[in-house]
């Protein structure tokens, strides 16, 4: 089952290695692992999330999101977001950015941590937006019940998560441009531009995330219309615009995760100029991470852990939380990456073991009531 799910993860690490002793040496090997670690570790809550959305996909969808996905995850967003970074922020043309990231190095890595305020505004507004989404959500299973019972009254409030992200966007753009022409720095004129990148976020999750809501719901109602018809009717063929609607749906989710898979890459590309400038040997440790992010996502459905679990995909949206937060503080402050990736690790681990907590809880419970039984001739 894991080489099943991990083989192809296993190969590319391989060959990523091998590629990278032919391009620079053992120094470039070093460098490219170093980037797969950090990848994992900043993208661990991703692949929970991930799954959540991953498992109420078809076989088939599931082999897309690890096929044409993967190619969008590692080449669009690894190697080719740089460099489209690059040539939007420098009004330069595609090949010329090439030119740069292959040939001056430490220009290109300038224009891209230039860009950076516009980059995280728009990957943190879409990460808060899904963190408040849930959060706001009124759930059978709360994990940390006295933080999440009141907010779910709130989310009963339309829009406010919506409202919240606003004023956030706004507070980090205005201190950003006051900070900016306090320290008469060069972004003085940029808080216009992190103003719209964040709208830009906020306006491309609620079109992505409503369209895959929309369709979704769509195919539970046509599902649900099915099986009353097959319990009064005798055996009927499946209506084919049950099928278009779940084709629709599917593409939806997937279109969705590959945004959220984008947003969440941000803090992975940044944080990989603290290492290298180099942009193949960046293409190849992230492209590495990528892949087993991927996986990860993929054993997570096939295992079932997120119903083991339950107290996972909360660790991992309060991990996205966290992730947004700091993401819109690096605007105009610098946050170490390895902080960014702890912080994650340990939300996901605390919710970890607060699942298996409950589940000895829950078996030892189940235990007793069977002893109570027996003992009492049931």
């Given amino acids: 089952m894991v080489l099943k799910t991990f083989g192809w993860s296993f190969a590319v690490t ?27 570790s900043l993208s661990f809550d991703n692949a929970v999330v991930n799954a959540g959305i991953l498992k109420k996909m078809n076989a088939f969808w599931q082999k897309i999101f690890l096929t044409i996905g993967i190619l969008i995850a590692v080449f669009g967003m690894r190697l080719i977001f740089p460099v489209v970074i690059v040539a939007v922020s420098a009004s330069l043309g595609p090949i010329e950015a090439v030119d740069l990231a292959l040939t001056d190095k430490d220009r290109y890595q300038e224009l891209v941590t230039d860009a950076h305020p516009s980059i995280a505004a728009f990957g943190g507004m879409f990460l808060l937006m899904i963190f408040l989404d849930f959060i706001f959500e009124d759930r059978d299973i709360k994990w940390l019940g006295w933080l999440e019972r009141p ?7 339309d829009m406010l998560s919506v409202c919240i992200a606003l004023v956030v966007l706004l507070v980090s753009a205005i201190t950003f441009g006051a900070h900016a022409h306090q320290h008469g720095g060069t972004h003085a004129d940029k808080a216009e531009t992190v103003l719209l990148s964040g709208i830009a976020g906020l306006i491309t999750y609620l079109v992505v995330g409503g369209l895959s809501s929309f369709f979704e719901d769509k195919l539970e109602e046509e599902e649900e219309r099915e099986h009353e018809a097959e319990e009064k009717a005798e ?38 100029f603290a290492i290298t400038n180099d942009i193949v040997l960046m293409a190849l440790g992230l492209g590495i991470g990528a892949m087993y992010v991927r996986s990860l996502t993929v054993y997570l459905v096939r295992q079932g ?17 966290a992730l947004s937060v700091i993401l819109l503080v690096t605007i105009q402050h610098e946050i170490n990456e390895i902080v960014t990736g702890l912080i994650g690790v340990v939300l996901i681990g605390a919710s970890f073991w607060s699942s298996v907590r409950r589940n000895r809880a829950l078996a ?12 009492s001739g049931v």
């Fill in 364 to 375: 030892a419970t189940d235990g007793d009531q069977e002893k109570t039984e027996v003992s």
């Fill in 305 to 321: 852990t997120l119903d083991d679990y339950v107290y996972l995909e909360h660790g991992a949206h309060y991990a996205i939380g």
């Fill in 14 to 40: 391989a060959l990523g290695l091998v590629a990278a002793v032919f391009y620079g040496g053992w120094t470039a090997f070093g460098v490219v692992a170093i980037l797969s670690v950090l990848e994992i």
């Fill in 151 to 157: 907010l779910a009254k709130l989310g009963k409030v």
């Fill in 235 to 272: 055996r009927e063929g499946k209506p084919k615009s049950a099928v278009k609607l779940a084709g629709k749906a599917a593409f939806f989710m997937f279109l969705y995760l590959e945004v959220l898979d984008a947003s969440f890459s941000f803090d992975g590309v940044i944080g990989a």
